[in-house]
């Protein structure tokens, strides 16, 4: 069923074509011997209509197809249905809301596309990850790399064969052009996904060796080389995904597939990132801490000092711990010209033991200094003790049972420590 609803659909037309499409696919309203299919393309009509009702997720959607919110499905694979043949049912396919989208090609251009008549497959993306430093995120970054894909051999035009040549069902997939493999998820977990033959290169069939084209030796594709350039925009974050369209194999009657990087994001020696916000230690005196600076305090990432002038007012000091906003200075914020800001948590480094020569500095410091405040309360009898300097709290409680203790673990109320376990064998 094809709705044809248009590119520039509303909200409301969304919804009116969801509903009919949830209608087509209801489990009550077909054969009881087509329910688990009706019951899980219902669901999947479900998960259109909440991707394109909301306009961040639709986004996604019209820049990565399905793969924005699931990398790891097949394209309908394993029984389930094609995500975008759901689209195409309710906004009429090339001629509908997602394939009229701005650089999409229509359907057929997007991860696991329709496989109606005359719309090629799209091939399998490569997903890789790609380390990136918060300098690089914080100025964007554009670098050009080499790259060796497969691509349709011209000579055969992708049939393998010589003109005239005959093929055979492959023996490794027989005939499917894809075969079921296990892949580890995890110690001891298994899970079987399809994937394209190897041996035959997805296509079921294979040419007699004497019959083979000279130029791919049958195997109807041969190896490309071209320069890629990937760029990473002003404000990036972890896990974002850059897209490179069609720019990984090609195999016959299909679309080369993506290639894909998610960047990583490298720690920082001086800053954390908090989306647009950076934070930052702000390491200060005992004297700047009382008194005020003006100085350079650190260096920021596109290579710039930033300098603070503190001038405590009306006698105001800075204590440990005490955090410093600095507006527009955090990480760029994409698409705009804005910036988060950015936070320096005090950090106030004292003096080394000794630093007072003689009881006479001693008097001018307590001199300069507030007169501690005196206890309002007042004892019968009063011990002078002796202290420990330096003393370590991984020594409270120790070997006392008490989970209380230094290092210890707090109890639930079941007894039973809380965090991860070791399971029993």
């Keep these: 069923m094809v709705l044809g609803i248009t590119s520039g659909a509303g909200k409301a037309e969304i919804k009116k074509a969801y509903h009919k499409a949830a209608l087509l696919h209801h489990p009550d309203k077909v054969a009881e011997n087509e329910r688990a299919e009706a ?58 809301f997602p394939g009229g989208m701005p650089g999409m090609g229509g359907m057929g251009g997007m991860p696991g596309g329709p496989r109606g008549r005359n719309v090629p497959r799209k091939g399998r993306s490569v997903e890789q990850e790609y380390e990136v430093t918060l300098e690089e995120l914080y100025k964007g970054k554009t670098t050009k790399f080499s790259n060796t894909k497969n691509v349709v051999c011209q000579t055969c035009q992708g049939s393998g064969g ?20 296990l892949r580890q998820v995890g110690p001891g977990l298994v899970t079987q996904e399809t994937v394209p033959c190897g041996n035959c290169q997805g296509s079921g069939q294979i040419i007699p060796e004497k019959q083979r ?8 594709v041969v190896e490309s080389k071209n320069v890629l350039e990937l760029y990473i925009p002003r404000g990036a974050r972890q896990g974002e995904r850059i897209v490179l369209a069609g720019e990984a194999d090609q195999l016959p009657e299909q679309e080369p597939g993506d290639i894909v990087f998610t960047l990583e994001e490298q720690d920082h020696d001086t800053f954390e990132r908090a989306g647009s916000d950076l934070r930052a230690e702000l390491k200060v005196s005992l004297v700047e801490a009382l008194t005020g ?78 007169a501690p405040e005196k206890p309002e309360q ?26 209380r203790a230094g290092g210890g673990e707090w109890e639930d109320d079941d007894g039973e420590p809380e965090g991860p376990q070791c399971a029993t064998q």
């Design 39 to 96: 019951e899980v393309r219902f669901k999947s009509a479900q998960q259109a209509y909440e991707i394109l009702s909301d306009d961040d997720k639709r986004h996604l959607y019209d820049t990565h197809g399905m793969s924005a919110f699931d990398p790891s499905r097949g394209g309908g694979m394993g029984g389930e249905p094609d995500m975008d043949d759901i689209f195409a049912q309710m906004f009429g396919g090339m001629g509908g």
């Design 162 to 181: 010589k003109p005239g040549a005959k093929a055979h069902d492959c023996s490794q997939c027989g005939g499917q052009g894809q075969k079921n493999v």
């Design 213 to 220: 084209c000279k130029k791919c030796k049958g195997k109807k």
């Design 293 to 370: 600076f003006n100085r350079v305090v650190l260096t920021h990432l596109d290579g710039r000092g930033i300098q603070l002038n503190v001038q405590q007012p009306n006698g105001k000091v800075l204590s440990p711990g005490q955090i410093l906003k600095v507006p527009g200075e955090g990480m760029p914020v994409k698409r705009s010209d804005a910036k988060g800001d950015l936070y320096l948590v005090v950090d106030v480094e004292f003096p080394e033991d000794g630093w007072l020569k003689n009881d006479a500095a001693l008097q001018k410091v307590k001199d300069a200094l507030p």
């Design 378 to 403: 007042t004892h019968e009898e009063v011990d002078e003790v002796e202290v420990e300097w330096d003393a370590d709290m991984d020594d409270f409680g120790a070997g006392s049972g008490d989970p």
